[in-house]
């Protein structure tokens, strides 16, 4: 199955992100791709946190989704549709951050909730997502069909998940083919972190990663790391864009991934499990 994912450098004007989003997609699928990937936040990174609450969308209505949609449709692709806010009734204050994907008949496969919100305080820079986002509570995980009929379990995560094996274990039942994280890293805790848990993720979990991510100078003052990857399960760099707009491409081969679990089983050698007994006090 061939892949893309979109890195972007997203600005604070949804409509501007949008035509920049259908030019990479269009790309990306004359390139041969048949499932994309869209980063985090790709529609909207705004001056204020604040903003993502004014363009929230309810699930299944809005112009983003219906962008997505038709994207997916028109070019008979996996849409990965990165990140955007979804509105709830319960509490307008907190959107969930959630990455809706849509398949080439432009119906919506799967909803992922961005469920370990992001905050960082280095003295200069400082996020707290939960100030606007409400976490979700769910694992998602969807099957993908190649164009010669192969079906594709894959798994889908956002940005800080990244940090959080035991959601991508969770994701492993059954196994994925493929892991999907779309993200806006920072830019310090992406140069000292960012492909070292990619491969990692894509390693334990003996997995392609496919991580498309904002990379650049924002127009809100923000930098973003980019380095947007694909990862293959034995943890090589497929293929990685360092900085701007542009894509990563490359392809899910099933060879390998039965070839890399069959050579070294470490999936069928995992003994603990959420049920583990409490540790043992060492004497
Ligand atoms: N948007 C995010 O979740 C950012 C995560 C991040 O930068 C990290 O270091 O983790």
Redesign the pocket.
């Known amino acids: 199955m061939r892949l893309a994912a979109i890195q972007m450098v997203s600005t604070p004007d949804v409509d501007r992100n949008l035509e920049q989003a259908a030019t990479l997609v269009a790309r990306a699928a004359a390139g041969g791709a048949e499932l994309v990937a869209l980063p ?1 936040y790709f529609c909207l990174m705004g001056r204020q946190d604040g903003d993502k609450l004014a363009v929230a969308e309810a699930p299944g209505h809005g112009p983003i989704q219906q962008a997505l949609s038709d994207w997916a449709r028109r070019h008979g692709i996996w849409l990965v549709g990165g990140t955007l806010p979804l509105a709830r009734e319960a509490d307008p204050l907190h959107a969930t951050n959630s990455c809706l994907v849509f398949g080439p008949e432009g119906r919506q496969a799967s909803r992922y909730d961005k469920i370990h919100l ?1 905050r ?1 305080d280095d003295g200069e820079r400082r ?1 707290d ?1 939960s100030q606007t986002l409400c976490p979700g509570r769910q694992p998602a995980a969807f099957e993908a069909r190649a164009r010669d009929g192969t079906a594709h379990r894959v798994g889908l995560s ?3 998940d ?2 959080f094996p035991e959601l991508f274990r969770a994701l492993m039942q059954p196994p994925c083919d493929l892991l999907v994280v779309p ?4 830019r310090p ?2 140069e000292a ?1 960012w492909e070292l848990l990619l491969r990692a993720r894509a390693v334990e979990n003996q997995c392609y990663v496919l991580a498309p991510a904002q990379g650049g100078r924002h127009e809100n003052g923000r930098s973003t790391w980019g380095h947007s990857l694909l990862v293959d399960p034995w943890g090589r760099v497929l293929d990685c864009r360092p900085d701007g707009e542009g894509l990563v491409t490359g392809t899910l081969d099933p060879a390998v991934l039965r070839q890399v679990r069959q050579q070294l089983p470490a999936l069928e050698h995992r003994v603990l499990g959420p049920g583990l007994p409490a540790t043992a006090a060492g004497d």
């Open positions: 985090e992001f960082y996020y997502e956002v940005c800080y990244l940090r993200a806006a890293f920072t805790t992406g972190h």
